[in-house]
Structure formats: C-alpha cells, structure tokens
Nanobody, 118 residues
Framework: QVQLVESGGGLVQAGGSLRLSCAASGLPFSSYVMGWFRQAPGQEREFVAAISRGGTTTYADSVKGRFTISRDYAKNTVPLQMNSLKPEDTAVYYC????????????WGQGTQVTVSS
C-alpha cells in the first residue's frame, strides 16, 4: 500500500532552519507530483510547495525564497528545506502525492509538527 512518512519536524527559534523529509513507498514515484501542505491550529490546510516529475517547483507566496523543495529519485524522498523560519510557519506539515495526470492529491502522510518560537 502507499505510504508517505514525514520526518524532521521540531521546535526552532525564529530565524532558524529545519529540514523535513518525506519517504514515499508503494507508488511509482516517477509518475507522481509530490507536494507539501501545512495546517495551523484553527486554520484550513494550505499549499506550501510542489515539485513535478521533471523537477519544476512551485511555492506559496508566503514561503517563496525561504523554502526549497526537492526530490531524490534514488531514495524516493522529498526534502523540504525551510530557512528563515517565522512564528507564522508553525503548523503540522503534510507530505502529499498525486498522479501527474490528475488534479487532486491522492495520498497524504500523517504529518509532522513544526513549531517556531519568537
């Protein structure tokens, strides 16, 4: 079965960095667009970043220039490097995947908590 397992969350001070990772299994990794979403308490889940099969990246305006998404085809992982973190980046971060022919995200991980203190 498909599994997306996030790791790397934690507590960091404002201005610091964290590196999340998503390990994907049970799906043809090369056929999927991979992404990261986040959900803060009391708010809706929001898009953070995505990377296509060919490596094209898209970012939410709120993280552009601070976050970098990538993918490792040898390890089937999707790192998210987060720099210059702000308290408003505090959220549960979710890894997600969708077939490149579809619009909807098919699979979700269980999430990892990121807390940025001021």
């Amino acid at each position: 079965q498909v599994q997306l397992v996030e790791s790397g969350g934690g507590l960091v001070q404002a201005g610091g960095s964290l590196r999340l990772s998503c390990a994907a299994s049970g799906l043809p990794f090369s056929s999927y667009v991979m992404g990261w979403f986040r959900q803060a308490p009391g708010q809706e889940r929001e898009f953070v970043a995505a990377i296509s099969r060919g490596g094209t990246t898209t970012y939410a305006d709120s993280v552009k220039g601070r976050f970098t998404i990538s993918r490792d085809y040898a390890k089937n992982t999707v790192p998210l490097q987060m720099n210059s973190l702000k308290p408003e980046d505090t959220a549960v971060y979710y890894c997600t995947a969708r077939d490149y022919l579809k619009r909807d995200w098919d699979y979700w991980g269980q999430g990892t908590q990121v807390t940025v203190s001021s």
